[in-house]
């Protein structure tokens, strides 16, 4: 795996116009303007699935090199950071993976972050991305936290697909168990993720939409991305997002629906007869850089700007070379400002080509 870090030097160490370092003033933007709202904060780099789009068993074998224990974030460190980016302008976090409940204690974490607020005094949109294997046992403990919501990775309803994808010995009706314990504990609104491989797993498109369809859980379909190195990607296997909402409007009419806000990942679609919605996230087709706001923090306390990106910025070093909070947000400041990705809108060009040499790996740094 490509792990390119930026040297703390290169982004920390001159100061600003002004000749000091500065605490943060509120809301950041990019150079397209873009503004910081979001972070992903990926806990461990670890899972128990082996997702043939994520983490393929020929490579994320028994003898892969995962990270030592000492190199993960704290949870006080992952605390120091996130208030340092909410008071940048951040009000959404999301905690992922590798699969986050893997991590010991994660409750303890989730206490740390329910308790920010933002600069104008409210609670954090703290929510979590987990294959939902342990959802069940923990829904309850983490909702006590005070962990929002959860987002539940499903690809599939038939388990012999299920397990095609996910390649380890769960059952469909393990994540349908941690479903409906995450609903009975409260963290909702669910949405679940099925990410779609043409020849693989889309005969569950409408399976899917059938099950959850007035369940009050939002299903959206994903589109494989080229996501890392290690997939495999072909454009071939990718589904479009049009032929998905084709398939299920032949079954049950859709309506489009407004997006909740300007940053949204997926477009909306309505049942016409009131029945719920569904999302699509169309990453390859439809590209979505314009509206980006999110950030994402590494296992290891590395800054990308990017899910395709290839080089990570250094903020554990800052934290445990005893920089001070004004020189941690100095240093976030001028790496967002500085910001210029867009990836998906590049596919297939130069720029984008040299871009996704050594992109970093989704288990990484989350989806």
Same mark, same amino acid.
């Given at each position: ?66 990270? =030592? ?8 460190? +992952? *605390? &120091? %950071? @996130?208030? #340092?980016?909410?008071?940048? /302008? ?9 699969? =986050? ?8 974490? +989730? *206490? &740390? %972050? @329910?308790? #920010?607020?933002?600069?104008? /005094? ?246």
């Amino acid at each position: 795996m490509s792990r390119r870090i930026i040297p703390v030097a290169e982004f920390s160490a001159a100061p600003d116009v002004t000749g000091a370092p500065f605490a943060p003033r509120g809301t950041l933007v990019d150079t397209l303007t873009r503004p910081l709202r979001d972070l992903r904060i990926s806990v461990t780099d670890r899972c128990n699935f082996r997702c043939v789009y994520c983490m393929p068993r020929a490579v994320f074998d028994k003898d892969y090199p995962f990270l =030592p224990h000492s190199a993960l974030l704290t949870f006080e460190e +992952i *605390e &120091r %950071l @996130a208030r #340092l980016f909410v008071a940048h /302008g951040v009000d959404k976090v999301r905690l992922t993976g590798g699969e =986050p409940l893997l991590r010991k204690d994660i409750e303890r974490l +989730i *206490e &740390r %972050l @329910a308790a #920010l607020t933002t600069p104008d /005094g409210r609670p954090l949109d703290l929510t979590l991305t987990t294959n939902g294997s342990l959802l069940a046992r923990k829904a309850r403990s983490l909702k006590d936290a005070g962990l929002s919501r959860v987002t539940v990775s499903l690809d599939a309803l038939d388990d012999t697909l299920f397990k095609r994808m996910n390649d380890a010995q769960y059952t469909a009706g393990a994540v349908l168990d941690g479903i409906e314990a995450a609903q009975a504990a409260g963290l909702a609104p669910i949405k679940v993720n099925m990410v779609v491989k043409r020849g693989t797993n889309d005969g569950e498109i409408v399976p899917m939409a059938r099950r959850f369809k007035g369940s009050g859980i939002v299903l959206r379909f994903i589109e494989y991305m080229d996501v890392g190195t290690s997939n495999g990607w072909n454009m071939a296997e990718v589904l479009p997002s049009a032929e998905v909402i084709a398939r299920i409007a032949e079954h049950f009419p859709l309506v489009p629906l407004e997006a909740h806000t300007p940053s949204e990942t997926a477009q909306r679609w309505g049942y016409a007869d009131g029945g719920g919605e569904i999302g699509v996230i169309s990453s390859v087709t439809r590209a979505f850089c314009g509206t980006c706001t999110r950030a994402r923090l590494s296992t290891e306390g590395k800054l990308y700007l990017c899910l395709f990106a290839s080089a990570g910025h250094d903020l554990r070093a800052l934290v445990r070379g005893g920089a001070t909070d004004a020189e941690i947000a100095t240093a976030i400041a001028r790496i967002w400002h500085a910001r210029d990705d867009r990836y998906s809108q590049l596919r297939g060009s130069a720029d984008a080509a040299s871009t996704g040499k050594g992109r970093i790996e989704m288990s990484y740094i989350g989806g």
